[in-house]
């Protein structure tokens, strides 16, 4: 058994603040609220129902995750945010119609007291919205240190001991990085001068890790997914973790390709289509917007199925993914993928997945966890990208030199070893031959 690391009690208050409260981060809040009432349960949450198995099989110890890791409990955590509109979170919970009024009603004034922030937003890099509730600035680097500004008196006003941020903001547009992303000294100079190449997204994540605050991304777009953006990291010991949340078709996507591959069934075509009627859909109804999430749902299957080692059985594959913006459906996404699939000597055979599901009801959970996960790295000294995290990401941040895992089984894994590590628990590997020999 190794030392572990040396992690610092989850003591005090952490605040969460959230960028864009919309349906995501309405439901993630008002779900943390109505569970510390006793209204509901955290299903869906590693962090509140996981357990993690130690030693043998044999020994029968499988402690639950907040048992084993230190983490802050549901009651010490305080929520903040910033948006474009300024409807407190009771009313943003309301306009987006995840959960019911019985529900938001029993939380009402908890909630009505989380009002957000004026934001940083430009529409030049989310075509679709537009909103009253902004900040002035003389450039990019003046914007940054409102938002620090905002971070520090945050703190104060609610004597927290720590804070995390996540961006839930709206998916912006397509972007890729450039010569401003690549060091500190260019980025920082890029701020000054406003440069195009630096989005709202990039501003609020370099405000955070500057402040060694942990920052996750739950949107697709590069964030904080930059060169420039990590070496700060490293250097102010901020925790990294993103992009974009793994829920809906993309997790099941990513529970159905490792299985085919595992018993090297061929795949000849991949067709996702899903429609989806919340704010989130219409944004991505900008073809701009919608090619930063096609890239994020693509890129999937060619990491898990490995056409490069299986070219008989996945190099030809035909994969293609919409999102039809459908008001009616609100935030109740239906989703239809056809795999057309080969077996044995070349035989054809599909496979239908209709999946009926909630955005944000898959969401909040792991907003959540990646939160507490995030602050749990920052007192354990881990710093940078935290690839353990991919778990929770349909784009899962990684060191250049190496690429994505997807495959959500492995993932898993690699998280509960991550935890073992931290409290020197033996990993375990699944050989089991001790038990045989
Ligand atoms: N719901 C899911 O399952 C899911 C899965 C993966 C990724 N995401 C991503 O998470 C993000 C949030 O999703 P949602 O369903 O809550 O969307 P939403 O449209 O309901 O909420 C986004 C909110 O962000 C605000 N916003 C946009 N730009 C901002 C800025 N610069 N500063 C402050 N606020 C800003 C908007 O006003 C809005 O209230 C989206 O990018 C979405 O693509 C969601």
């Known amino acids: 058994m190794t030392k572990g690391l040396s992690i610092s009690a989850a003591e005090g208050k952490v605040g969460i603040l959230l960028v864009g409260l919309g349906a995501v981060s309405t439901t993630t809040i008002a779900g943390v609220m109505a569970i510390r009432k006793g209204l509901a349960k955290p299903i869906g949450a590693l962090t509140q129902m996981g357990t993690v198995r130690l030693g043998k099989r044999t020994e029968g110890r499988a ?24 409807d407190n979170c009771y009313e943003a919970a309301r306009t987006a119609g995840v959960l ?25 890099y989310v075509k679709r919205l537009d909103g009253p509730n902004l900040k002035k600035g003389r450039n990019k680097k003046d914007l940054a240190e409102q938002l620090v500004d905002d971070m520090r008196r945050f703190k104060s006003a609610h004597q927290l001991d720590r804070l995390v941020m996540v961006w839930c903001g709206s998916t912006e547009i397509f ?10 000294a260019a980025f920082e100079k890029a701020l000054e001068a406003s440069d195009p190449s630096i989005p709202s997204s990039m501003i609020y994540a370099y405000a955070a890790i500057r402040e060694g605050i942990p920052y996750a991304n739950a949107a697709p777009n590069l964030s904080a997914d930059i060169p420039a953006l990590l070496e700060l990291a490293q250097d102010s010991g901020s925790p990294v973790a993103g992009k974009d949340l793994k829920t809906g078709q993309t ?43 096609e890239e994020s749902k693509k890129s999937v299957l060619d990491y898990i199925l490995q056409p490069s080692l299986y070219p008989d059985l996945y190099s030809d594959i035909h994969h293609v993914v919409r999102i039809n913006y459908y008001p009616p459906r609100g935030d109740n996404k239906e989703g239809w993928d056809n795999i057309d699939l080969v077996g044995w000597l ?21 907003v959540l966890d990646v939160a507490l996960f995030l602050d749990l790295a920052k007192r354990a000294g881990l710093s940078g990208i935290q690839e353990w995290l991919s778990f929770y990401f349909k784009s ?42």
């Not at 890791?69 to 910033?82: E, H, I, S």
């Not at 070349?346 to 792991?366: E, T, V």
């Not at 020197?424 to 045989?436: A, M, N």
């Open 63 to 86: 402690p639950a995750i907040k048992d084993f890791v230190p983490l802050p409990g549901l009651d010490n955590l305080v929520f903040g945010g910033w948006d474009i509109f300024e």
């Open 100 to 124: 019911d009024t019985a529900t938001l009603d029993q939380i009402k004034d908890e909630l009505s007291a989380v009002v957000p922030m004026p934001a940083v937003f430009d529409r030049q």
């Open 175 to 184: 972007m890729q990085p450039t010569a401003a992303h690549q060091s500190m």
């Open 251 to 293: 997790l099941m996507k990513t529970m159905i390709a490792p299985g085919l591959k595992a018993r090297l069934l061929g795949v000849q075509g991949w067709y996702s289509t899903n429609i989806l009627g919340n704010r989130d859909g219409e944004v991505l109804d900008d073809p701009e917007s919608f090619k930063t999430k």
């Open 346 to 366: 070349g035989y054809p055979m599909q496979l239908k997945i209709n999946f009926l599901c909630r955005d944000s009801i898959l969401a909040a959970p792991i």
């Open 396 to 437: 899962p941040m990684h060191a250049p030199e190496l690429y994505p895992e997807h495959d959500l089984f492995i993932q898993l894994m690699k998280l509960k070893n991550t935890l073992r590590y931290m409290r020197g628990e033996e990993l375990i590997t699944h050989l089991g031959r001790e038990y045989y020999d």
